[in-house]
């Protein structure tokens, strides 16, 4: 059975760092397209940041230069390390993954959040000003 756990996620000030992790279980990274996504009160999931199996990353534009997405195969974790944090990063966080055929064939642009099957628990991230 395919799990994702996420972890590393709490309060910040703006201007600091949090690095979430995203334990999975049940297969390993090197099948799937993995991303991130969050939640804010009130507003829809959005995608943040996208990471195939070679290591091609995609990120929104409200994150670029600021997020980083990696993932450890050897571990089966994924990770995003977020620095220089705003008040607007607040909302709840979720890993997914998606099947590589799947990824595939959106051809190199991250797949919408429908096309991803597994998801995390999600994790909480507030940062204050």
């Not at 799937?32 to 959005?46: D, L, N, T």
């Amino acid at each position: 059975q395919v799990q994702l756990v996420e972890s590393g996620g709490g309060s910040v000030q703006a201007g600091g760092s949090l690095r979430l992790s995203c334990a999975a279980s049940g297969y390993t990274y090197s099948s799937f397209c993995m991303g991130w996504f969050r939640q804010a009160p009130g507003k829809e999931r959005e995608g943040v940041a996208a990471i195939d199996p070679d290591g091609n990353t995609n990120y929104a534009d409200s994150v670029k230069g600021r997020f980083t997405i990696s993932k450890d195969n050897a571990e089966n974790t994924l990770y995003l390390q977020m620095n220089s944090l705003k008040p607007e990063d607040t909302a709840m966080y979720y890993c997914a993954a998606v099947s590589l055929s799947t990824c595939v064939s959106y051809g190199g642009s991250p797949p919408p959040s429908s096309q991803f099957k597994y998801w995390g628990q999600g994790i909480l991230v507030t940062v204050s000003s």
